[in-house]
């Protein structure tokens, strides 16, 4: 069986290691194709590949764009993505200069509560200047002794009725799955149990979600608990879609380490079907 994981990420969103280090560790763990799928930027993609090339391991040009629906905040995986389509670089260059606006409203909502410096702080932790996102808040609130490790940061802040929470508008639907589409890729909903939509509202997003082209949804994913597993397989088999597995790593210590995650169940279809990348992981063993 390949090890195949198709959801992380590095410092050039809101990961601790450089896209290079990300590819080394992933070889290092096993894994036969990886997927750098860095929150709205594919700046990251060129220096994976180089480091890709020095390993067995394929790498998948990636992206995780953030979008919203309904009111609420959902994440679209692309897989295949050419990293270069104007559409797709356009689009995405438009959501980081809003994450830029959100992080002024969020230190400004920060100070109002009393903490002062955290577009400051935030920036510090922020690799890549022009990706900033909660992450970077969060560490920083950590390493000023606001809360005492991540998870906390985000309970107390940075979340909704907390402190640093602001609403914001990311791209639609819509848009994300035209760019990833038009670039080449394939849509997948990210760990479709982190969302704060209801069991209906959920059921209406894939809906949509299939109407504007979208192909696949993370089955096995470091961002659900494993009893959710079985209900989200049993979600991709009822709307057709295939499952996408990936561990959503961000930093050593943080989650679920790349490639160490289950096997999808038998009866999913995987996204990676009939990908020719694939092609020379199976001939190495027959050969
Ligand atoms: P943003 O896109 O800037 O709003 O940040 C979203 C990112 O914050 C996610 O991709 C996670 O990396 C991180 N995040 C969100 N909620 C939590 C949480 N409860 N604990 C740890 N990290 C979180
Ligand atoms: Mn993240
Ligand atoms: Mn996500
Ligand atoms: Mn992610």
């Known amino acids: 069986m390949l090890n195949i994981d198709l959801h992380c990420h590095s410092n050039v969103s809101d990961g601790v290691l450089s896209p290079a280090d990300v590819v080394t560790r992933a070889a290092a763990n096993g894994v036969d194709v ?104 969060a560490r920083w609130l950590v390493a000023r002794g606001h809360a005492p490790d991540m998870r906390s940061a985000f309970k107390r802040y940075l979340t909704q009725g907390n402190p640093g929470f602001v609403e914001h508008e990311w791209t639609s639907l819509e848009n994300a799955i035209g760019w990833i589409r038009a670039s080449g890729g394939m849509a997948v909903v990210a760990h479709p149990g982190r969302y704060a939509l209801n069991a209906r509202q959920l059921l209406l997003m894939l809906d949509a979600f299939r109407a504007l082209g979208g192909e696949g ?29 990936g561990a959503d790593f961000h930093a050593p210590g943080e989650g679920v380490d790349i490639g160490r995650l289950p096997e999808l169940p038998h009866y999913c279809k995987p996204v990676w079907q009939g990908w020719p990348e694939l092609a020379p992981h199976f001939s190495l063993s027959t050969v």
């Open 34 to 137: 990886l997927a750098l799928t860095d929150h709205d930027d594919v700046s990251g993609l060129a220096a994976a590949q180089t480091a890709a090339a020095a390993t067995d391991m394929t790498l998948i040009p990636g992206v995780e764009i953030s979008v919203t629906w309904g009111g609420q905040t959902v994440h679209i995986v692309g897989l295949r993505i050419d990293p270069q389509h104007p559409d797709l670089v356009a689009g995405l260059h438009d959501i980081r200069l809003g994450r830029i606006e959100r992080a002024h409203r969020m230190a400004r909502d920060l100070a109002q509560h009393g903490i002062e410096g955290a577009y400051e702080g935030a920036y510090g932790y922020a690799a890549n200047k022009e990706m900033v996102g909660r992450t970077h808040f």
């Open 217 to 245: 949804i993370e089955v096995i994913t470091g961002s659900h608990h494993p009893s959710e597993y079985g209900k989200f397989a049993d979600l991709a088999r009822a709307f057709s879609l295939k499952a996408s597995r």
